[in-house]
């Protein structure tokens, strides 16, 4: 059994019926919860108490959910371990010495211990998936644009979607069900005529849960095959070699640009974190010291007191990445990166109906393993990054253990392609 799962316990009750009516929901502490504090595990919000819900909170509640708390998270959403929460780690139900993953550990935990039936994350570059495949349970990153971010603190804003995380690939697919669709509120849900109706109103990811894989290709991605525990790969491939024997059609297929992914991603990540973290300075946001002083004083003060280490790494190393000169050498480089990673996507699509790479190339580090080295911390996000910078969605689902620890085995659909990806990771599970 994990612990420090919660950041703060407290039940909300939805609607009297609807499709998760007696489902109970924990929700990662980004996620404003009207009259609910929400920290982003840092101790620059920690008495932050928003004065409306998210709205994939609304839709939960409209749903009828009962939500049970707010869960533990990596600080602003920055690790991939939730070891820098400024309320200490959260340890991982299947081992209490190793980490549950990040940066919304929290709430895998908390589905992985039996304290909520389903949870909310949020990805930026991995953070629903990789705690998913730690704590052998399923975490959906949807398409960008698929789910609404208003209510979500932002950490990087081009990169970021809300996801599900459940037991099961039909518990995560309902709730994807209940949370997504068209937003007036977030401009990145928007679709107009010319675009067609919003993917979500036509779809129902629950039921593409039906394990059916008959004729699918599935291509494996041998780029991402490279330098992971050869426990993890020994395990993933008997899980590609499971579904071939299900009737999938299993060929390998090449991603050339994903040995930048990880690179252009932190740049592009911490430079938006850098603009959007700009704004707690103690006086109209976050903590207050409440010392006097000038305001270049008190400023560097509030942020010295109120943000961990971890966070104050990347806020420096964005803002070099934006300033006067070298603007041009890092984050236009790493736009171009990107650019390359979706065209290697696309053209990986034409192969292959969805993509298959184990989710992370380790087994769980133990607790305080990864803190010494960020960079070590960095390279563990290989095989998620790259999903997040093409704005494509992507499922972890268990693929079996290596040493008594969970494997999780990732599937890539293309764009909005959510329930061909739901359909393949049902027969993973199977």
Same mark, same amino acid.
């Given at each position: 059994?994990?612990a420090?799962?919660f950041?703060?316990?407290?039940?909300?009750d939805?609607?009297?019926?609807?499709?998760?009516?007696?489902?109970?929901?924990?929700?990662?502490?980004?996620l404003?919860?009207?009259?609910?504090?929400?920290?982003?595990g840092?101790?620059m919000?920690?008495?932050?108490?928003?004065?409306?819900?998210?709205t994939?909170?609304?839709?939960?509640?409209?749903?009828?959910?009962?939500?049970?708390?707010?869960?533990n998270?990596d600080?602003?959403g920055?690790?991939?371990?939730?070891?820098?929460?400024?309320?200490?780690?959260?340890?991982?139900?299947?081992?209490?010495?190793r980490?549950?993953?990040?940066?919304s550990?929290?709430?895998?935990?908390?589905v992985?211990a039996g304290e909520a039936d389903?949870?909310?994350?949020?990805?930026?570059?991995?953070?629903?998936?990789?705690?998913?495949a730690?704590?052998?349970?399923?975490?959906?990153?949807p398409?960008?644009?698929l789910?609404?971010r208003?209510g979500?603190?932002?950490?990087?804003?081009?990169?970021?979607?809300?996801?599900?995380?459940?037991s099961?690939?039909?518990?995560?697919?309902?709730?994807?069900?209940?949370i997504?669709g068209?937003?007036?509120?977030?401009?990145?849900?928007?679709?107009?005529?010319?675009?067609g109706?919003h993917?979500?109103?036509? +779809?129902?990811?629950? &039921?593409?849960? @039906? =394990?059916?894989?008959? /004729? %699918?290709?599935? *291509?494996?991605v041998?780029?991402?095959?490279?330098?992971?525990?050869?426990?993890?790969?020994?395990t993933?491939?008997q899980?590609v070699?499971?579904l071939?024997?299900?009737?999938?059609?299993v060929v390998e297929?090449?991603?050339?640009?994903?040995e930048h992914?990880?690179?252009?991603y932190?740049v592009?990540?911490?430079?938006?974190a +850098?603009?959007?973290? &700009?704004?707690? @300075? =103690?006086?109209?946001? /976050? %903590?207050?010291? *409440?010392?006097?002083?000038n305001?270049?004083?008190t400023?560097?003060?509030?942020?010295?007191?109120g943000?961990?280490?971890?966070v104050?790494?990347?806020?420096l190393l964005?803002?070099?990445a934006?300033?006067?000169?070298?603007?041009d050498?890092y984050?236009?480089?790493?736009?171009?990166?990107r650019?390359?990673?979706?065209?290697?996507?696309?053209?990986?699509?034409e192969?292959?109906?969805?993509?298959?790479?184990?989710?992370?190339?380790?087994?769980?580090?133990k607790?305080?393993?990864?803190?010494?080295?960020?960079l070590?911390?960095y390279?563990?996000d290989?095989?998620?990054v790259?999903?997040?910078?093409?704005?494509?969605?992507?499922?972890?689902v268990?693929?079996?253990?290596?040493?008594?620890?969970?494997?999780?085995?990732q599937?890539?659909?293309?764009k909005f392609?959510?329930e061909?990806?739901?359909?393949?990771?049902?027969?993973?599970?199977n």
């Amino acid at each position: 059994m994990g612990a420090n799962i919660f950041i703060t316990e407290e039940t909300v009750d939805g609607a009297d019926d609807g499709p998760l009516a007696g489902t109970t929901v924990a929700v990662k502490d980004n996620l404003s919860t009207e009259g609910v504090r929400t920290t982003c595990g840092s101790a620059m919000l920690e008495d932050y108490v928003p004065p409306y819900d998210a709205t994939v909170v609304e839709r939960l509640k409209d749903a009828g959910a009962t939500i049970v708390g707010k869960t533990n998270m990596d600080e602003f959403g920055m690790g991939g371990t939730t070891e820098t929460s400024a309320f200490g780690p959260t340890e991982n139900p299947v081992d209490a010495e190793r980490v549950p993953g990040g940066s919304s550990g929290g709430s895998a935990a908390a589905v992985a211990a039996g304290e909520a039936d389903v949870a909310l994350g949020t990805d930026t570059g991995g953070s629903v998936r990789n705690p998913a495949a730690f704590c052998g349970v399923v975490g959906i990153k949807p398409t960008y644009g698929l789910v609404s971010r208003y209510g979500l603190v932002a950490y990087a804003n081009s990169l970021e979607q809300v996801g599900p995380i459940g037991s099961t690939v039909e518990d995560a697919a309902a709730l994807l069900d209940v949370i997504s669709g068209a937003d007036e509120r977030d401009a990145t849900t928007r679709f107009d005529e010319s675009m067609g109706t919003h993917p979500a109103a036509d +779809s129902e990811y629950a &039921a593409a849960a @039906d =394990g059916d894989v008959e /004729g %699918l290709t599935v *291509g494996v991605v041998a780029d991402l095959l490279d330098g992971a525990d050869d426990r993890v790969v020994e395990t993933f491939e008997q899980s590609v070699s499971d579904l071939e024997s299900r009737g999938a059609e299993v060929v390998e297929v090449s991603l050339e640009s994903v040995e930048h992914a990880v690179q252009a991603y932190y740049v592009i990540a911490m430079s938006e974190a +850098s603009s959007n973290l &700009a704004r707690y @300075d =103690g006086v109209r946001y /976050g %903590l207050s010291t *409440g010392k006097d002083g000038n305001w270049n004083e008190t400023y560097a003060e509030t942020r010295e007191e109120g943000l961990g280490e971890e966070v104050k790494r990347r806020i420096l190393l964005g803002t070099y990445a934006l300033s006067a000169g070298y603007h041009d050498k890092y984050y236009k480089k790493a736009q171009d990166a990107r650019a390359w990673i979706k065209q290697d996507f696309d053209a990986a699509f034409e192969e292959a109906d969805v993509l298959a790479t184990p989710t992370m190339p380790v087994l769980p580090p133990k607790l305080g393993e990864s803190l010494s080295d960020p960079l070590q911390l960095y390279l563990m996000d290989a095989n998620t990054v790259p999903v997040n910078l093409a704005n494509l969605p992507a499922i972890s689902v268990p693929a079996g253990e290596a040493d008594g620890l969970p494997v999780g085995l990732q599937l890539i659909g293309p764009k909005f392609g959510e329930e061909t990806m739901i359909r393949a990771a049902s027969a993973v599970e199977n």
